[in-house]
């Protein structure tokens, strides 16, 4: 069964996180009715991890195992006209070489949070920022996230059903800064 590796962005907003839910629109969901809208088969879309309710993704990676060994490019064009009008695009796909698996051949993740740190609430970056009134130090915030980098016992942010082997994680990079009135 051919493998298919594809980076995808989304807008979080209307999903209840990246997996899969039985009455409750996911991202995964949403990729796995395109595939099924595009070749009539129900399969399980793998992801390199998951997100939260209302988080987005400037690039996610996925990956697809279909039974006909279509051409990528085909398979992203496919996806993306099944998954209008949900705000998920497929940006890029290619052939999965050997084992490669999205989840198990990570290598890392990043991830960006945006403090929107003024008096008046978000209009145009609604639902992508978080609205904090009360002045913030970026530099205070910086000096404190340093704790965190490097090798640690992560076990308190663990979910219950967690399946990673260990919560130790290593955080190579924590910075915070200011650019005008977003901390991020």
């Not at 962005?9 to 409750?24: E, T």
């Not at 006209?81 to 990043?110: C, I, N, Q, T, Y």
């Not at 915070?176 to 991020?184: L, N, P, Q, S």
Request: charged residues 25%; contains cysteine; hydrophobic residues 40%.
């Amino acid at each position: 069964m051919p493998r298919s590796r594809h980076l995808v962005k989304y807008d979080g907003r209307p999903f209840h996180g990246l997996q899969a839910q039985a009455d409750l629109p996911s991202v995964q969901g949403s990729l796995e009715r395109a595939v099924k809208a595009f070749c009539g088969e129900e399969l399980r879309v793998g992801a390199a991890g998951g997100t939260d309710t209302g988080v987005h993704a400037t690039g996610q990676v996925v990956h697809v195992d279909l039974v006909k060994d279509w051409p990528a490019e085909t398979v992203r064009n496919a996806l993306n006209f099944h998954l209008v009008p949900d705000p998920v695009a497929v940006l890029s796909a290619e052939v999965a070489e050997g084992d490669w698996h999205s989840r198990f051949s990570a290598k890392e993740r990043r991830y960006r949070y945006r403090i929107l740190n003024r008096a008046a609430p978000p209009a145009i970056e609604q639902g992508r920022v978080w609205h904090v009134k009360k002045p913030l130090s970026a530099e205070a915030m910086h000096a404190a996230a340093q704790v965190l980098v490097g090798h640690h016992d992560f076990t308190t942010f663990r979910d219950l059903n967690c399946q990673a082997k260990s919560p130790m994680k290593t955080l190579d990079v924590a910075a915070v800064r200011r650019e005008g009135e977003e901390v991020i």
